[in-house]
């Protein structure tokens, strides 16, 4: 259930007065979107008749928590207008035409050929809007065997990289990672590309085809190993707790059952040693330096294991505090979403408009100094179709015939949240 967007924000923002198409369905485009309306940008999404965007469904899909809001669709369509039009009528060409014309970014991420199909690739974009900037997402690139295999985040970001291969423990199995997180990734990068070519633009006048794949942000996530592997360097054994390959950066539990993440360098060791009560560990030849502490690391994770898990989690974050050692608590979605430091650094941040949802998570990018446009509710189906199209130029009688000829949902249709 939604009610009235919230007021326009009091001044301009970074992208007041760009114009935005966002012609593309879950996640990425749409989140790239989202990123540019952050910062003042009109942004248009645009949607096939039906039940619209896929991603109006996703919160209800599990493993998406259980809840009223469709908080996923506010996450990444918050702030912006909505229209649904049949790409495949006749006449929505027109329509897709003055959208493109009055656009300064188009964003897609339907497959090659089906783009063309839609009168959505680049070719005939750029003949109506030579200025555009284009920017598309595809699941593994433009070229090659795969260039058409469809591709979610699950797939080519994740499985393709290396990267889901490279998060597991030993002995065990490939897992679910959390679903959508490459696409949230990948739509900074798209978001990147879009900045990119807009100063080009301002530099040069032209307009430009911008994009990246799922699979290139997941190799770029995987870059370390990927790199390494480039160098032919022989890679270290899959993750073993109880045997690591560096005790100080491994999971530890305390006496509580909290789960703490240890990242210590091995200029923090002496600090490590006193944190934990055993400063003589430091004299102890096993783990004077690297070398030993590495090749008696098994030991040294039993011995931590131990001390940790003889006092409670509060004990050990004001120990290791007191000597600056990097560690964090591993913390649950639903933990992370009351963290204090969240809403301190407007991670969170608050949402108009929704009922039952009055946070949403922030978009990453932020200009000090430059405050974000204050986040509203994502639009319902074509709600804004008729206010659109008038400003497209569309004349009352020329709505009422694309009604009618059912390029555009009558007003029954449209009305879906």
Excluded: C
Excluded at 87 to 94: H, I, N, W
Excluded at 120 to 132: K, T
Excluded at 332 to 361: C, F
């Amino acid at each position: 259930m939604t009610t009235e967007h919230a007021p326009a924000p009091a001044s301009a923002s970074v992208f007041t007065g760009l114009k935005v198409l966002d012609a593309s369905t879950y996640i990425a485009g749409p989140a790239a979107a989202t990123m540019l309306s952050d910062f003042g940008a009109d942004v248009i999404k645009l949607e096939p008749p039906g039940p619209g965007d896929p991603q109006r469904r996703l919160s209800f899909v599990p493993p998406s928590p259980r809840a009223e809001a469709n908080y996923g669709w506010h996450l990444a369509n918050r702030n912006k207008r909505g229209m649904v039009v049949d790409l495949k009528s006749p006449a929505a060409v027109e329509v897709l035409k003055r959208l493109v014309e009055w656009a300064d970014v188009v964003i897609t991420n339907f497959p090659h050929g089906t783009r063309e199909k839609l009168h959505l690739g680049y070719e005939e974009v750029a003949g109506w809007n030579p200025q555009v900037v284009y920017a598309d997402i595809t699941g593994f690139g433009d070229a090659g065997p795969d260039a058409r295999q469809p591709g979610f985040d699950l797939t080519a970001f994740w499985s393709r990289s290396g990267l889901l291969a490279s998060t597991r423990d030993a002995e065990a199995p490939p897992t679910v990672p959390v679903w959508g997180s490459g696409d949230y990734t990948s739509a900074v990068a798209i978001y990147g590309a879009i900045v990119t070519a807009l100063y080009r633009r301002a530099v040069t006048g032209q307009g430009t085809s911008v994009g990246t794949s799922l699979l290139a942000t997941g190799v770029w996530a995987t870059g370390t190993l990927v790199a390494g592997a480039l160098a032919k360097g022989t890679p270290f054994e899959l993750h073993d707790r109880s045997a690591p390959v560096n005790a100080l950066t491994n999971p530890y539990r305390t006496g509580d059952g909290e789960w703490f993440m240890l990242a210590t360098s091995g200029q923090q060791w002496p600090g490590l040693a006193r944190a934990i009560g055993h400063p003589e560990l430091v004299e102890d030849p096993r783990f004077a330096d690297i070398e030993g502490r590495s090749e008696n690391a098994a030991a040294l994770s039993g011995l931590l294991d131990e001390v940790f898990r003889s006092r409670p989690f509060s004990h050990w974050q004001d120990a290791l505090a007191r000597e600056r050692i990097t560690y964090s608590l591993i913390q649950t979605p639903e933990e992370a979403a009351q963290d204090p430091q969240l809403r301190a650094n407007d991670i969170v941040v608050p949402l108009h408009g929704v009922t039952g949802l009055e946070y949403t998570v922030n978009s990453p990018v932020n200009l000090r100094g430059v405050p974000k446009v204050a986040a509203g509710r994502a639009p319902d189906l074509g709600e804004h179709n008729d206010e659109i199209l008038a400003e497209l130029g569309f004349a009352p009688r020329e709505i009422t015939e694309l009604r009618a000829a059912g390029t555009i949902p009558g007003t029954a249709e449209a009305s879906g949240a």
